[in-house]
Structure formats: C-alpha cells, structure tokens
C-alpha cells in the first residue's frame, strides 16, 4: 500500500470548515483513499473513501487531485465533538488484505 | 444489529497468564481484524481473516493466535501475557467489497502486570 503523509496536527475554529491534507504521491492506479477518525481513544470510525472522483457524505467531503498525489477531507462545519485523530489510509481493494495505519492528523476544534 | 461487540471491556493479568479476547459481529461480515493501540500511538494490526477458517498475521502478531471457526465470532489469543501486551485492542469487521468501511468495536483495554 502506498505511504501517506498528514500534519501531526491541526486546529479549526468551531462551525468552520476543516480541510485535513493527505499526501500520497506514490498511488497506484488500483489504491483507493480512505478516512478514518478516532474520537478519545473509542473505536476507530469510518468516514469516507474514493479512488479518483470527489465523494460527499452525510460526514464530509473528499477531494481527490486529478493526479491523485493527495487529496483533502472536509468537514464543512466543525463541531467541537469532531475532536479528534483522523487518519488517512491509501490502499487496495482486494481480498487478503487488512487496514495498515498511520500516525494521523490530531485535529483540535475550538469555540 | 449490535455491531461489533468485544469482551471484556477492562481486563487485569499477570504475567504469564493466558486469556482469550473475544470479539463477535452480526453483520455477516466475511472480513475481520484485530489492532492493538498502546497509550499515545496509533493502531497496529495484529492479525486478520478474510472469512472462516483463513486468517493471516499482521504487522505484529507475536504473542497472540487467533482462530475463524465462524463467520461471527473472531477471538484473539493471548498465549502468555507480558507486561509490553498492556494496550487497548479493537476488533473491527466488514463484507467483501469496494464500497465499505471497516466498523470497529468499542475496545478491550488490557493492562498485564
């Protein structure tokens, strides 16, 4: 699976709009890009993924570059329980597999 | 559906005891894993299975075995606990396919003494 780059860390102001940055520069054609958050040390939850089209849910938006060497989720209005590490995974669609995580990005929203 | 249910929540061992983590989902996922996060870092997998009866080792699988005997249940083996095993272990599960996320159980935190 291709390697992920994130901030360690980010702030957002409560009721703007958090756009968390992913660097993948080396995806493959067949490598979908997955979102992942962890609340306070809950269980890890799914937020998103897309191979190379911008995706949008009831959660947040995805925006993937046309090279597809990052991509950016957005939260569109940040709320203080968005409190937390998200993470953002590149890998492919294919049975044997399993998630591999990274580090994350820690993202602080504030009143 | 209850999701993703592991057992117990907390559990206290001391080392070189055995004691099996047990996690159940039933939502006929095929596919189901094993993480462990110690305190500050992220999530590492220990070990997964694609369906009943295969499973395979992760990125630190040493110390623990797992089985598949049914599609719901995936239990996680500790064979001798050492004090390095405190961490939280999630579970987590999800169907074939291109279109799902993974769901996550809530955790076992598990301090070895």
């Known amino acids: 699976d291709a390697k992920t780059t994130q901030p360690p860390s980010m702030d957002c102001a409560e009721g703007r709009a958090a756009n968390l940055p992913c660097n993948h520069s080396?995806?493959?054609?067949?490598?979908?890009v997955y979102w992942y958050r962890q609340i306070h040390s809950q269980g890890p939850q799914y937020i998103i993924h897309?191979?190379?089209n911008n995706e949008t849910n009831e959660m947040a938006s995805l925006i993937i570059t046309e090279d597809r060497k990052s991509s950016t989720l957005i939260l569109p209005h940040a709320t203080l329980r968005d409190t937390a590490v998200y993470y953002c995974i590149v890998r492919v669609e294919q049975a044997g597999t399993a998630l591999i995580f990274g580090k994350g990005t820690t993202l602080s929203v504030s009143s | 559906n209850a999701g993703v249910t592991q057992t117990p929540k907390f559990q206290v061992l001391k080392t070189g005891q055995s004691m099996t983590l047990q996690c159940a989902q039933d939502?006929?996922?095929?596919?189901m894993s094993w993480y462990r996060q110690d305190p500050g870092m992220g999530l590492r997998l220990i070990h997964y299975?694609?369906?009943?009866?295969?499973?395979d080792q992760g990125e630190v699988p040493n110390g623990y075995n797992v089985s598949r005997s049914t599609t719901e249940d995936f239990p996680l083996r500790l064979l001798s606990a050492a004090p390095s095993q405190t961490s939280v272990y999630f579970c987590a599960s999800r169907p074939p396919g291109r279109t799902y996320g993974y769901t996550f159980g809530s955790g076992t935190r598990l301090t070895v003494v």
């Open positions: 299975s694609v369906g009943a009866g295969i499973t």
């Open positions: 080396t995806i493959s054609g067949n490598e979908y």
């Open positions: 897309g191979l190379k």
């Open positions: 939502m006929n996922h095929e596919y």
